[in-house]
Structure formats: structure tokens, C-alpha cells
């Protein structure tokens, strides 16, 4: 193998990952240096699968998806790929025996992107489990390094942390994924009579996930546990501001955590790490 090839696939999804999230940068920042490059292939490959659906208008989506589906396999199969971003997740894949089905449940909510609008509470929970358990279990295989016991006990942790990461984006981009998408994740939920009954509902549920995901994270490896940690308060941070701001105001921007912010709670975060009070 091209040892060049490699490390310029890597920095691709590195540069991919830090282009389109800096909290989640931040997150792999603090994992132990060894997880850096998996963890931002896989990144890259979830955010290229997620862009398609969510950005690429003036092109015939389902064929986009669809090819980029039949690319990843095939790189996997092959061991390689042109495309650094496929290129660096194959790697990944193989190295640390992902699980195909775990990518085929990903992408199989990547599809329903392009169609669902309102989803039933049975869709609303499959998309979820596509789109973030699965992808929480495929940086979990990072982490244990190859332990199937500790993956089979952190298993449950993991997804509920995925989960509640994602239920914060839907709250988050309630006004883009409505307004100008068309969608409504949320199952049951009427758009024009989002109310605070129903924000406190939906924050009700959350929660649940929040403290089931801290659990998860008392329970991995030091090598992950900061770096997971940090990702943990940045978003239960955001789920805060977003519980003290009227349904309205929800509906009309994205919530956001100011720079200076992010900061302090990066420092809160490392001391309390440090002092081994998670």
C-alpha cells in the first residue's frame, strides 16, 4: 500500500471533520492520539453520506447516494479507494472489523432522507438508530480495540448517547429542517402548534438518553473516556440553553455555543477528568 496515499486519505477527513464541526474536532482532540484518524474517517465518510441528502439540490440525490453506497462497499471489498474519504474509512473498517451491517443501517437512514418528511414513532426510531446509535457502536469498536466483551457491556451506553446527541440536533435545526427541508423527525409533532407541552416532552425523553450516555462514559477506557466526555457536556450544554429558550425562538434560529463558551466548559471538563470525578 502507499504509505502517501494513506496519510493524504487521512488528513482528508480530518480536514472534512474540521471544516464542518468544530465541537466534534474538539472531541477527538482529547481521545488518545492513537484514535485520532479513525475517528475522523468515520466522520468524513457519515458527513459526506449526510451532505448528499441535505445539500445537494440541483443533483439527482438518490443517484448520488446510491453510487457513493456501491462506492463504500466496493472500497471496503477492495481495500482501497480514490476517494480519500472512502479510502480512509475502508481502512478503518477492515482494521477494526467493523460490522457491515452497522454501515448498511447508516446508510438505509441516509435513504430515508430523501423521501420521509412526518415520520411514525416506529420510522422516527429507526432513523435514529441509523443515523446516530449506529455510528456511536462504530467508533465504540475504536475504542475497545477489539475487547468484544467491553463492546457487547458498553454497547446499550453508547447508542443512548447517540441518540441523545441526535434528538439535540433535531431541536437545534428544527427551523432549517422544517422550513427549508420539509421535515419533522419528531413523530406525533405539529409544526404549527409547537408549543411548550411539547418542547417539554421531547426534553423529558432526552434526558433519559443524557444519563443513560454518562453512564457509558464512566465506563470506557481512559484512552476514549475525555475525548467522549467532552463531546457529552458540549451537547448537554447546548440541550440546556435550548430547554431555557421559549418554543418560538427555536423555531426561528439555531442555538448555538459561543466560542468563549466552549472554552470554559473544555477546561471544566479536562480538570474534572483529571481529578477522576466523572
Do not use: W
Request: hydrophobic share 40%; net charge positive; aromatic share 16%.
Amino acid at each position: 500500500m502507499n504509505n502517501l496515499f494513506d496519510l493524504v486519505s487521512f488528513k482528508t477527513s480530518k480536514m472534512v471533520t474540521r471544516k464542518y464541526s468544530t465541537s466534534f474536532s474538539l472531541g477527538i482532540y482529547f481521545l488518545d492520539k492513537k484514535f485520532h484518524d479513525a475517528i475522523y474517517a468515520i466522520y468524513g465518510f457519515v458527513r459526506f453520506a449526510d451532505e448528499i441528502v441535505d445539500t445537494f439540490h440541483d443533483y439527482d440525490k438518490e443517484a448520488l447516494l446510491q453510487k457513493f453506497k456501491l462506492d463504500t462497499y466496493q472500497a471496503i471489498e477492495d481495500g482501497i479507494s480514490l476517494n480519500p474519504v472512502l479510502h480512509s474509512f475502508q481502512k478503518v473498517v477492515n482494521l477494526y472489523k467493523i460490522d457491515l451491517d452497522l454501515i448498511e443501517t447508516f446508510l438505509q437512514s441516509m435513504e430515508m432522507d430523501l423521501s420521509k418528511q412526518t415520520y411514525s414513532q416506529k420510522q422516527y426510531e429507526k432513523y435514529i438508530l441509523g443515523s446516530a446509535e449506529v455510528v456511536g457502536l462504530m467508533c465504540l469498536k475504536i475504542f475497545v480495540e477489539g475487547n468484544n466483551e467491553a463492546y457487547e457491556n458498553l454497547k446499550y451506553y453508547a447508542m443512548k448517547l447517540g441518540s441523545a446527541f441526535q434528538k439535540i440536533n433535531f431541536l437545534r435545526d428544527l427551523n432549517a429542517d422544517y422550513f427549508q427541508l420539509g421535515r419533522v423527525y419528531f413523530p406525533g409533532v405539529d409544526m404549527q402548534q409547537f408549543d411548550y407541552n411539547t418542547k417539554s416532552a421531547i426534553e423529558k425523553d432526552i434526558e433519559l438518553d443524557f444519563d443513560l450516555g454518562y453512564e457509558g462514559i464512566r465506563r470506557l477506557p481512559k484512552s476514549s473516556q475525555l475525548g467522549v466526555y467532552v463531546a457529552y457536556v458540549y451537547y448537554y450544554q447546548l440541550f440546556k440553553r435550548i430547554k431555557n429558550l421559549p418554543p418560538s425562538e427555536i423555531l426561528t434560529k439555531r442555538i448555538r455555543i459561543p466560542n468563549n463558551k466552549k472554552i470554559r466548559l473544555l477546561f471544566k471538563s479536562y480538570i474534572k477528568h483529571a481529578l477522576n470525578l466523572l
